[in-house]
């Protein structure tokens, strides 16, 4: 077992800077388990720590270990179970000097905490019945939120909505499981407890709402960690220009000398209230060279992962040629939105190529553009967001944002399928509550009811030290 996994459920008293790193105007220090307001009593120069009101925010003193005064500061006392983790805890809020921080952890050490393992506090939390899993896992996604609409998903996922809704759902199955179970306890008797009309009907009831969360996947992680739009096209038709352009910094070499850019460049943005992820790729052409060809298969790679295409055209190119590179480009944008960008209508108006991508893929938005023009940009980006319009969320919608909350529904779905199609086929009840069951687990496996030391340690290590 690792050392984390060690640790992580002992009774150690632990502490840790839960402000970032780096010099401040203030930084928290965190102190969390049976000895906190113990170990800080022993620093601190002020209030009565082992008797203030839960709580409560108090100025004083803190000391090293041996007496020697290191700031001026405030603590807040939370008594468990009233806290955070469900233990006492003790946060010290002072001056943010790299030194004094330091110095105040070694102190606490000297007192008897030890430096926190990464997202501990928030795996104590856990443990200790104030949050499921995946209202923990929450935490990190409300600490890395980019945009409103994630913050919003993190806040409800938080707040408890997801659990809830899958506590609907375990009810649900309770129900369905039950019936059965208890048909096959009287099996000698010959009496039918679980009607299969109502048994499908619960079923394809519970089916449905586990569908709909786990296709509410792809719009959660597109608001989560951003819409992926790939930019392509021939080579040296401005496509690291028109990244540099809508990110408004210069993230892309830019030449005249065609196959510049070998390896995928991504970067984000927000437009409105949408995190944009925005890949540039290398050119599509015919190349010898093994470094290029490498660059464009990972650029046919991105384009399938991508949900928005921006087709880069130059304006000043030969028709035949679009034409020809649309045969290569179309057959992967199916399903996609395809924004065809005809670029360097400073050179040529680019009306021609307009009508000729339009003939090529009539359900292609096309935008003309002088990449160099602030304001054509700022048009492009406005389409951009009109075009891809990802619903609306408030702190009460229910997305999936997770890959493993995602990776759990699927396989929950297939559950409830093989319980339907067992009904329908007529099986035995035994084996229709075998499918119910497993259903049941891959959901207990989302909210932490059912996993593992070597699962949750993955999942609480890629926390910040400080939650």
């Known amino acids: ?153 993190a806040m409800n996922q938080m707040r408890g909505g997801f659990s809830r809704e899958l506590s609907a759902v375990r009810a649900k199955l309770l129900e369905f499981v039950s019936l059965i179970e208890l048909e096959l306890d009287f099996s000698e008797e010959d009496v039918s407890f679980a009607d299969r009309g109502k048994l499908s009907d619960i079923a394809t009831a519970i089916h449905e709402r586990l569908s709909r969360l786990a296709n509410s996947y792809r719009n959660g992680n597109a608001i989560k960690n951003g819409l992926p739009v790939a930019i392509v096209g021939a080579t040296n038709a401005g496509k690291s220009t028109l990244l540099n352009a809508l990110l408004g910094d210069d993230r892309a070499i830019v030449s005249d000398i065609h196959g510049t850019t070998r390896d995928v460049i991504e970067d984000t943005m927000l437009i409105g209230d949408r995190l944009y992820r925005f890949i540039d790729t290398a050119g599509i052409r015919a190349s010898n060279d093994a470094i290029e060809e490498l660059g464009i298969r990972r650029t046919f790679q991105k384009l399938d992962a991508s949900d ?31 924004i065809a960008v005809i670029n360097k209508t400073d050179l040529a108006d680019g009306e021609r190529l307009a009508s000729v991508v339009k003939g090529l893929a009539p359900e292609a938005s096309v935008e003309k553009i002088s990449a160099h023009s602030p304001g054509d940009i ?90």
């Open 1 to 153: 077992m690792s050392e984390y996994l060690h640790t992580a459920h002992r009774d150690d008293t632990i502490c840790a800077i839960a402000t970032p790193h780096g010099m401040g105007g203030i930084a928290v220090i965190r102190v969390s388990g049976p000895e906190a307001r113990q170990c800080v009593a022993k620093l601190w120069q002020g209030a009565d720590v082992m008797n203030i009101t839960t709580h409560t925010a108090h100025l004083g003193h803190i000391h090293s270990a041996h007496g020697d005064v290191l700031d001026e500061v405030m603590i807040t006392a939370m008594v468990a179970p009233h806290s955070f983790t469900g233990e006492d805890v003790v946060e010290i809020s002072c001056h943010g000097s790299e030194w004094i921080q330091q110095q105040l952890l070694e102190a606490l050490i000297d007192v008897g905490c030890r430096l926190a393992m990464p997202g501990e506090f928030s795996r104590r939390a856990f443990a200790n019945g104030r949050l499921d899993l995946s209202q923990a896992e929450a935490v990190a996604d409300l600490i890395a939120a980019t945009s409103a609409s994630a913050h919003r998903i």
């Open 308 to 338: 928005v295409v921006l087709w880069v055209i130059d304006a000043t190119t030969d028709e035949q040629q679009v034409r020809k590179f649309s045969d290569t480009l179309l057959p992967h944008c199916s399903g996609k939105t395809l």
């Open 378 to 467: 700022t048009h492009l980006q406005q389409s951009i967001s009109q075009l891809t319009d990802i619903p609306g969320v408030d702190q009460q919608t229910v997305l999936v944002t997770n890959a493993r909350h995602y990776e759990a529904l699927k396989l929950a779905c297939e559950a409830i399928e093989r319980a339907l199609n067992g009904l329908r086929l007529g099986i035995s009840g035994d084996l229709l509550s075998q499918d119910i069951r497993e259903c049941m687990h891959h959901l207990g496996e989302i909210t932490g009811e059912i996993t593992s030391d070597e699962v949750l340690g993955t999942i609480f290590s890629r926390f910040c030290v400080g939650k």
